[in-house]
């Protein structure tokens, strides 16, 4: 079956008005007795790898009033069956009636956590699990838990397999923040479409693996998902392959304005990401020593102004009259650019007074979370790091909306985001990938892109992939060296359209 192009969630209101025509149509019940089969196969599979079997297992249900709670009964009775200890924890007064009676007749065991006795049972039981199977609340909830669930979560042993029904209990399940306690999964069953907190951060490192189910909605789904996350596929299929007439000047040629006596390597880094994903030529524009460092490194590269199709502006630039004076004048030609680091404040500023000749289709800026708040601090508003880390999601919109641009944030997981609060989501790599360096080869590779005429959006999406899947190859599962990242680039890239044509 051929690889899709794009993961995609949507918004839980769009996925519960896609279920409704479907629940109408089919059998009551139909549809999560289909879940909770899938969402058994799935935890068989785990006891197996995990455990080494499933036969007197030992599997504690956290089970919420609502809907998710009841494909876990139905799901732990369907384990039961296969001799799987089950024990059912109910964190509220009432839980769903016939996945209840489907356990109880399973031979499955009832806790009431909600009582103080039955509270300190839950949590003597909880201490023994295997596997966990997390349906507290679904896609109706709320960010943070209520008493007992929050402290049954935090009773969850270490060791423990966490496999979270639809989400993890506790996140926001349309931004995926999390200020409060919620469930940590190994594996997240989500049925029917993803939701956005699966996609976006902080949330989605709480999902851990997703395994997406389909239960026959998809056709009553927008056209346009809230978040998107491209696969190698997707990649593959946009990337600007040479015809068999190309030549250097038709692959693009991107200018680089980069580095200072300070920071050189970064100009070297921004040089060899852009090259190793395959531009055409690079022109660098740069102080005399840097240029001498990145000709050394980069041989291949261009020094000097001449015509390009693109610019990457700031990597490595400290305040220099000289630099600052090419960034203000690749900012006016009104050329798709990608703007890092020294060159973020210069190009805020500009845009928030008016002056505005690059359109934000083709402006990426690629700001880490301290670089985003400093922007917004820079446009009148006090924002703090921390508050980006916590709503990633509602800060790069933000300042995409304020901006007029395209902004990549990056970290562990990279968001995208337009103006029109078009949002993709990126999460490819290793954590080795959080080294010096490493976000100027990612410029680099968005550099390349955007001077072939990949749009902005695109071109970041597609840049923060390779990059990922570059330093995985170059990892290993150990250290690297954002040197590595670039090196394996031509690789990564090769393996990809061979797999994917």
């Not at 349906?135 to 042993?157: F, H, N, Y």
């Not at 041989?299 to 990457?312: D, K, N, T």
């Amino acid at each position: 079956m051929r690889e899709v192009e794009a993961l995609a969630a949507f918004r839980c209101d769009d996925v519960r008005a896609a279920e409704g025509p479907v629940l109408a149509r089919v059998p009551d019940g139909a549809l999560m007795d289909k879940a909770a089969a899938r969402l058994a196969v799935v935890c068989v599979d785990l006891l197996r790898e995990r455990r080494g079997g499933v036969n007197g297992r030992r599997v504690v249900l956290l089970v919420g009033p609502g809907n998710n709670g009841g494909d876990a009964l139905l799901a732990g009775a369907r384990l039961r069956q296969r001799g799987v200890r089950v024990d059912a924890l109910l964190v509220g007064k009432r839980a769903h009636g016939r996945g209840l009676a489907a356990l109880t007749s399973a031979g499955g065991n009832v806790i009431d956590a909600s009582t103080d006795v039955g509270f300190a049972q839950a949590l003597s039981t909880l201490a023994d699990a295997e596997l966990v199977m997390d349906g507290i609340v679904g896609i109706s909830g709320s960010s943070g838990l209520r008493a007992p669930a929050g402290a049954l979560v935090e009773g969850i042993p270490v060791g423990a397999v966490v496999v979270a029904v639809d989400l993890p209990s506790g996140v926001d399940p349309d931004s995926g923040e999390t200020p409060g306690p919620h469930v940590h999964a190994d594996v997240t069953v989500s049925f029917g479409a993803l939701k956005p907190c699966l996609l976006l951060p902080p949330a989605a490192h709480a999902a851990g693996r997703v395994v997406e189910v389909s239960v026959g909605i998809e056709s009553g789904l927008p056209a346009q998902p809230v978040v998107r996350r491209l696969t190698s596929a997707g990649v593959a299929a946009r990337w600007p392959v040479p015809g068999r007439s190309a030549h250097k000047y038709t692959r693009g040629v991107l200018g680089v304005v980069a580095g200072s006596d300070a920071y050189p390597g970064a100009a070297v880094l921004a040089v060899a990401g852009a090259v190793r994903a395959g531009v055409g030529i690079v022109r660098f524009v740069g102080p005399a020593g840097v240029t001498d460092h990145v000709l050394r490194a980069v041989p291949e590269s261009v020094p000097g102004w001449g015509r390009v199709q693109a610019w990457l502006l700031g990597s490595g630039v400290e305040s220099d009259p000289g630099q600052d004076e090419a960034i203000d004048r690749a900012l006016d030609s009104g050329l798709p650019c990608v703007v890092d680091a020294g060159a973020l404040a210069a190009c805020v500023s500009r845009r928030a007074g008016g002056t505005r000749p690059v359109a934000a289709n083709n402006l990426l800026l690629t700001p880490h979370a301290g670089e985003l708040a400093r922007m917004l601090e820079l446009l009148g508003h006090r924002v703090t790091r921390a508050e980006v880390e916590a709503r990633p999601l509602h800060h790069v919109l933000w300042l995409a909306g304020e901006a007029d641009a395209t902004v990549l944030l990056k970290g562990p997981t990279t968001l995208i985001a337009d103006p029109q609060g078009v949002v993709s989501s990126q999460h490819d790599g290793p954590a080795w990938l959080a080294t010096a360096g490493s976000g100027d080869v990612l410029a680099g590779i968005a550099g390349a892109l955007m001077a072939t005429g990949v749009e902005a959006m695109d071109a970041g999406a597609m840049a923060a992939h390779v990059h990922g899947r570059a330093g995985g190859r170059a990892s290993s599962g150990g250290p690297i060296a954002a040197g590595d990242i670039a090196t394996a680039t031509p690789a990564t890239v090769a393996e990809m359209l061979a797999t994917f044509a």
